[in-house]
């Protein structure tokens, strides 16, 4: 089986604002051509021959024959690098990073919903885009001044939104629309 991604149209700029959308489409593309998927299912052993994947062990007892495995685990990934054993032979190495978002009002007299843009602001370390509800989403490109908190279990860590790091990035924002109203506090 090969499976493989065709985009008919450029894609010039922007931004997905609906990731699940976006990964169904992919999903449902790579089904068409043969692809199966198993979603809320935990693997328990990845079996190998002459160094390659050969098979797939779920939790339910299934096994799974695969001439192509994609490990799409998301902050589970760097897991099942290490259970392929992997991990120690990729240059580039997934880790889970927590990474909060945050959402302001749109400055009163100006619809950040539809007149804002994306915006990488290096040097304030962080980014902001238009969000639903004229709202603006913001958040870090982690600068060096800012903690990172590497997630060693994926299915345990703080979900909350931290007030550091709100007013953090909220202020940053603040700093370059100077009419951005802010609540003190996270308003959820």
Request: hydrophobic fraction near 35%; glycine fraction near 4%; proline fraction near 7%.
């Amino acid at each position: 089986m090969q499976l493989f991604a065709h985009i008919t149209q450029p894609l010039l700029d922007g931004y997905i604002n609906d990731p699940v959308l976006s990964v169904h489409n992919v999903q449902r593309a790579a089904e068409a051509k043969g692809a199966t998927f198993h979603f809320n299912t935990k693997v328990v052993e990845i079996k190998k021959d002459n160094n390659c994947v050969t098979e797939v062990i779920l939790e339910n007892g299934d096994e799974i024959n695969a001439d192509v495995v994609v490990n799409a685990a998301g902050p589970h990934s760097c897991i099942i690098n290490r259970m392929a054993d992997v991990e120690d032979k990729m240059n580039i190495k997934t880790r889970a990073l927590r990474h909060e978002v945050h959402f302001v009002p749109s400055p009163k007299m100006f619809s950040y919903e539809k007149d804002g843009m994306v915006v990488g602001d290096t040097d304030l370390g962080g980014y902001h885009r238009p969000e639903t509800g004229d709202l603006i989403l913001v958040s870090s490109e982690d600068p060096e001044c800012d903690p990172q908190e590497w997630i060693d279990d994926p299915d345990n860590f703080n979900r909350e939104v931290t007030p550091a790091q709100y007013q953090a990035q909220t202020f940053r924002l603040a700093k370059r629309i100077p009419s951005l109203e802010l609540p003190r506090k996270a308003p959820y």
